[in-house]
């Protein structure tokens, strides 16, 4: 079954603290994996699209990296702000052709002043 | 600016009462889509259109219609609301299969 895991389910750190957010997938055959960023009440929004020979990318303080052969990507969020504060969604693409997506289910993150 | 736009916002409606909520995107992309996101659960995809007459059906069709008779609008239709679609949607476009998604800022649906 394609699953998409994410973890920690929430975490709290302090303003200007770096962060790393873990997502674990089971995603088969792989095509992309992305990271969304979600204001509560609001649409998610792109963050990094990774292809399967990508193992890194960077958007701004956001840096993600893939690891292919073992399945897990992280986003590493640096000198964090509390505009960051934020859930943040890890997606995987099934396949090639119109987008499968499977989504995880977030990393809830509150940066406190 | 680029944008998908949804409306309402908000609604709340009663179960059996025929709902429409219309979404639009300015960007000229071929492929539009909704999702609906419940606590706990991922984004899970209801019906995608990958351009002007094409749709099929996501993960969670059951219970919705959806039309694409013009490439800017992609509305959701409910023909029969009930309880179990309360929900927030998205709908969402993109230009290609790998590229990224633009999300519309959301519609929270209560059906009583």
């Known amino acids: 079954k394609n699953q998409v895991e994410q973890s920690p389910q929430s975490l709290i750190i302090l303003e200007g603290k770096n962060c790393t957010l873990q997502?674990?997938?089971?995603?088969?055959?792989?095509?992309?994996l992305r990271w969304y960023k979600q204001d509560t009440g609001r649409g998610p929004v792109s963050l990094t699209i990774?292809?399967?020979?990508?193992n890194t990318k960077s958007n701004g303080r956001y840096t993600a990296t893939l690891d292919a052969d073992t399945k897990q990507s992280s986003l590493h969020i640096t000198a964090s702000q509390l505009s960051d504060s934020a859930s943040y969604i890890c997606v995987v693409s099934a396949q090639t052709g119109f987008q499968k997506l499977v989504f995880g289910t977030g990393t809830r993150l509150l940066v406190s002043p | 600016e680029a944008q998908v736009t949804q409306n309402p916002r908000y609604l709340i409606t009663v179960t059996g009462k025929k709902l429409t909520v219309t979404c639009s995107q300015n960007?000229?992309?071929?492929?539009m889509s909704w999702y609906r996101q419940d606590p706990g659960l991922g984004l899970r995809q209801i019906y995608y259109?990958?351009?002007?007459?094409?749709?099929d059906k996501g993960d969670v069709p059951e219970g919705y219609k959806v039309s694409r008779k013009e490439k800017r609008n992609f509305p959701l239709i409910l023909e029969s609301p009930s309880p179990n679609q309360t929900s927030l949607y998205f709908c969402?476009?993109?230009?290609?299969?790998?590229?990224?998604?633009?999300f519309g800022s959301g519609t929270q649906l209560s059906v009583l």
């Open positions: 990774m292809t399967f020979s990508e």
């Open positions: 997502c674990n997938y089971t995603v088969s055959p792989f095509s992309n």
């Open positions: 969402a476009s993109t230009s290609g299969a790998n590229e990224k998604l633009f």
């Open positions: 960007m000229n992309h071929e492929y």
């Open positions: 259109s990958m351009n002007v007459e094409v749709t």
